[in-house]
């Protein structure tokens, strides 16, 4: 299996789409470049997830962009994120399944949440922009 071109991503951004895929702990396991062990994930559900991640990443830098206030603590949430999500990917072989199924879980929520709230504070300002460009 061909892995997705991830040379641009930073390690935690790769380790938290691979997580999101759809971990199994029944999965075969695959060691990455900082020995943490992965679940093997199709070449399509790593892609998906990591186009997911890319998506949520470059409306934030547009937000940046539009709305400059809400951007600091939105950048700190997401940078956060991917630590925690680096440090969890290297713990994860160490924990029971039901663990791993909780956290996997609980990382899915989170990055969902937070890509949603990236996603209508960009909708908010640019609608804010076309109602007064009328």
């Known amino acids: 299996m061909t892995m997705p071109n991830t ?14 895929s759809g971990c199994q702990s029944k999965l075969r396991t695959a060691t990455t470049g900082a020995g943490a ?8 559900q790593v892609s998906k997830e ?7 990443q470059q409306e934030l830098k547009a937000l940046n962009t539009l709305q400059a ?17 680096a440090q969890y990917a290297v713990l994860r072989t160490n924990v029971n399944e039901n663990t791993q199924d909780t956290v996997d879980s609980l ?15 960009v909708l908010n300002r640019l609608a ?4 007064t460009a009328q």
């Open 7 to 20: 040379s641009l991503l930073p390690l935690p951004f790769i380790l938290l789409a691979v997580l999101l």
């Open 37 to 44: 062990q992965l679940p093997m994930q199709t070449e399509q």
């Open 50 to 56: 990591v186009q997911h991640l890319r998506q949520c």
């Open 69 to 85: 206030a809400s951007y600091p603590a939105l950048q700190r949430t997401f940078e956060q994120l991917m630590r925690g999500a």
């Open 107 to 121: 990382y899915r929520y989170r990055v969902n949440l937070l890509c949603a709230q990236i996603n209508q504070a």
């Open 128 to 131: 804010e922009q076309g109602g």
